[in-house]
């Protein structure tokens, strides 16, 4: 064989071991957009399931105000300073979202724990 004939030979087998790496490198970031689209679309349904959860939240607090103020209509007398506070607590509280801000520290776990198993 010519020393020509080996050098295109040496070429081809180059040119066909680098289109085998391209091959392999193009196949990984496929692979890496791929999860991070599937995270993002988990993201917008965790937050989809957020923002329901708060409206859901906001309105069982008015369904309760609406409640109390019939049961104290329709008894007849003012309900106690104690039960009066206690709601107006609630009202804080649930108006201070700590449901949202559990639920979110539940999804921000549940993302670190998908990324940290997929990367190892």
Do not use: C, F, N
């Not at 064989?1 to 970031?29: F, K, N, P, W, Y």
């Not at 988990?42 to 923002?51: A, M, S």
């Not at 509280?93 to 670190?112: F, H, Q, S």
């Amino acid at each position: 064989m010519s020393t020509h004939a080996q050098t295109a030979q040496q070429l081809r087998e180059e040119i066909d071991a680098t289109l085998s790496e391209l091959g392999a490198t193009v196949e990984e970031l496929a692979a890496k957009t791929a999860i991070k689209a599937r995270l993002h679309d988990q993201v917008e349904h965790v937050k989809g399931d957020l923002e329901h959860t708060r409206d859901l939240i906001a309105d069982r607090r008015r369904d309760l105000a609406d409640r109390r103020r019939q049961i104290a209509r329709h008894a007849g007398y003012a309900i106690s300073d104690t039960v009066t506070d206690a709601a107006d607590q609630a009202k804080a509280t649930v108006e201070g979202r700590p449901a949202a801000a559990v639920i979110g520290a539940a999804v921000l776990l549940l993302v670190a724990w998908t990324l940290a198993r997929r990367t190892s």
